[in-house]
Every structure is written in structure tokens, then in C-alpha cells.
């Protein structure tokens, strides 16, 4: 057994952009395990937007990500020693050990998966934390109805690519907005969306328009300011509105409404939300998930960062929209 690991640290705290300085590399000895302890050699690394948030000390839903300590993260991987009588070694199994190779949990934060038909990554996205906040939203804010028009933004991410697929099986016209012609390529003729706008093109008014003619009836938005801003002027009466994530500011950018007035105008019902408040809807959700990617029903991609050295790199990229799909860091 390995007496030492890797993980990484928040340096520092970004001013605006994050930098490959806010994180530190370090190495930590295993801790012995006390009873109930479960240790966890890591194989995969979520990396997702809202770790941008947790760098801040702006006040949020969640406390800030402490300096100098494991940065915060989903991860995948497998029991190696275990004093817990639920976890046995080899168990494959999800948490949050953070930015690590290993990780100690007393088991009350970890999830038993089963790699027989679902492959253990996508437990990080399709059938994990993302997937979960694409089928709460849709179903549970959006409730589309068949024949309605659901726009999503970001669409080629972890997310959004979701939100699509569940769409379309509602019976719905599924619109996405993605940056640059290959992700809306993969968006419509992968995902199976309607339509893809390509935001970076120029001509998003215009694009919008031809992409929902029909206007829209449901917006799961992930990006916020001049996107967001669009699809609202598009809006049916009764529209509902998903907010999932406003990725566009992330970095202090202004992300202003200047239309606004259709939330009243179109009496649209708009909510926040994030998926960790509804834990009452994961079993039956991943449940729901999990068969649809084991049948070959629900698509997905990744972008994967070969180390952990490299995750600060594929971090911002990850803010600056270079990733394809869900961005993981491998780490064995």
C-alpha cells in the first residue's frame, strides 16, 4: 500500500480570471484509518463551473473552498482498504475526495456503482451530478409538454447535451446554442437536437429566429448575459425557465437583461436552482438516467485531462468553453 499521495490545493484566490497560480501541487501521506473509514484510490476527477463560485468569498449557497486545502470535486474510484462493513475493497464508488489521488470518507458521502453496463466516468456526468441537474430541471421546473419548444444554452456540455435528449424524448422541438460549428454539428447530428445556434457566428437574433420559429416554451440556461438575453425576447406566454448556471459572469463580466420585461409581459416562471437541495429525486432520477446510457439511449462526450497535474489547465479551459462534453481528469 502507498504511503503517499497527490492532490491540489487553492493557492490563492482568483481576482477575476482564474490562473494556473491559484492551485498548488502538493504531495500528502495516506492517514491511518479509524473505524467506519472507507480509503478511496481515486480514477477519475469531476470538473465542473460552479468550482468558480466556491473560489470566491462572495457570499453563495455553499461556503467558500478554504486556502490551502484539497480543492473541492466529484470523483470516482475504487475502494482499496476499508474498516466500513457497507464498503468492501474493489467496490467501485462516486464522492467528493476533491482535486486527489486518494481520499478517506467515512462512508456516509460515498455512493456503491455498478460498471457492468454504465462505465464508471459516466457516473461523474451523464449518470452523476450533471445528469441529475438536467433532469430535475427539465422535469421538475420546464415539465415540457409535447410539441413545445425547449432552448438549451451550453448545449454541448455536460449538461445541456442532456437536457436535449430528454427533450426530444418528451416529444419536444430541442433547440441548443453551443460556440462554433463543431459542437453544433455534434449537438444535432450526435444528440438528435432540432437545431443548434452557433452564437460565436454573429447572427444570433436572426439564428434564434429560424431555430424556433415557433418561439420558445421552455429555456434551461446555463450561460446568462447576451444568450440569455435573446432567447427571453423569443419567449411564449407561460414560458418556464430553468436557471442552472450563468457561466458568462463567472470571471466578474456584467451579465445585463435588457429584455427583461418579457418576464412580465409573458408572465414566465423563472427559477434557481441547485440539484444538491433535492436529493429526494436522485434515486429516482439516476435510476431513470442510468438505463437510458446502459441501453445506448442517452449520448455522451468527454474531455479528458491525462493527470492530475494537468487539471488546472483543463479547469480554465473548461471556464473559457474549450472543453467538449463533460471535462474529467484521469487519474489512473
Known amino acids: 500500500m502507498t504511503t503517499q499521495f497527490q492532490r491540489i ?6 481576482h477575476r480570471s482564474v490562473l494556473p497560480e491559484n492551485f498548488r501541487l502538493e504531495t500528502a501521506a495516506v492517514p491511518e484509518l479509524k473505524s467506519g473509514e472507507v480509503l478511496v484510490r481515486n480514477h477519475y476527477l469531476s470538473l465542473d463551473p460552479y468550482m ?9 449557497y455553499a461556503a467558500s473552498q478554504p486556502l490551502d486545502e ?27 475526495m476533491g482535486w486527489a489521488e486518494m481520499g478517506v470518507d467515512d ?22 451530478m450533471p445528469g441529475m441537474t438536467a433532469w430535475y430541471g427539465l422535469n421538475q421546473i420546464i415539465a415540457p409538454k409535447a410539441g413545445e419548444t425547449v432552448v438549451v444554452t451550453a448545449a454541448s456540455g455536460a449538461v445541456g447535451s442532456v437536457v436535449g435528449q430528454l427533450a426530444k424524448q418528451h416529444g419536444c422541438r430541442a ?8 459542437k453544433c454539428a455534434y449537438v444535432v447530428d450526435e444528440l438528435g437536437f432540432d437545431a443548434c445556434v452557433d452564437y460565436k457566428a454573429g447572427n ?16 434551461f440556461e446555463n450561460v446568462g448575459g447576451e444568450v440569455f438575453d435573446r432567447a427571453l425576447s423569443q419567449t411564449n406566454a407561460f414560458a418556464r425557465i430553468a436557471l442552472c448556471g450563468l457561466i458568462s459572469g463567472y470571471n466578474g463580466e456584467e451579465t445585463p437583461l435588457r429584455n427583461a420585461r418579457f418576464l412580465l409581459t409573458n408572465r414566465i416562471s423563472l ?3 441547485i440539484v444538491t437541495e433535492h436529493m429526494e429525486f436522485w434515486p ?4 431513470e438516467l442510468g438505463m437510458l446510457v446502459g441501453t445506448g439511449k442517452l449520448k455522451y462526450r468527454e474531455s479528458v485531462a491525462p493527470n492530475l497535474a494537468a487539471a488546472p489547465e483543463a479547469f480554465i479551459g473548461l471556464l473559457q468553453g474549450r472543453n467538449f462534453g463533460k471535462q474529467l481528469v484521469k487519474l489512473i
Open 9 to 14: 490545493v487553492l493557492a490563492s484566490r482568483p
Open 52 to 60: 468558480r463560485g466556491r473560489m470566491s468569498e462572495a457570499k453563495s
Open 70 to 96: 484539497t480543492m473541492i470535486g466529484g470523483t470516482a474510484g475504487e475502494v482499496v482498504a476499508s474498516n466500513n462493513p457497507k464498503f468492501a475493497v474493489g467496490d467501485m464508488v462516486v464522492g467528493m
Open 107 to 128: 462512508g456516509r458521502n460515498l455512493r456503491k456503482v455498478d460498471t457492468t453496463h454504465v462505465p464508471l466516468s459516466a457516473y461523474l456526468g451523464a449518470v452523476g
Open 175 to 182: 433547440v441548443g446554442i453551443a460556440g462554433g460549428p463543431e
Open 204 to 219: 444570433l437574433k436572426a439564428d434564434l429566429l429560424a431555430a424556433a420559429p415557433n418561439g420558445i416554451d421552455g429555456i
Open 271 to 273: 427559477r434557481g436552482f
Open 284 to 287: 429516482q432520477g439516476l435510476g
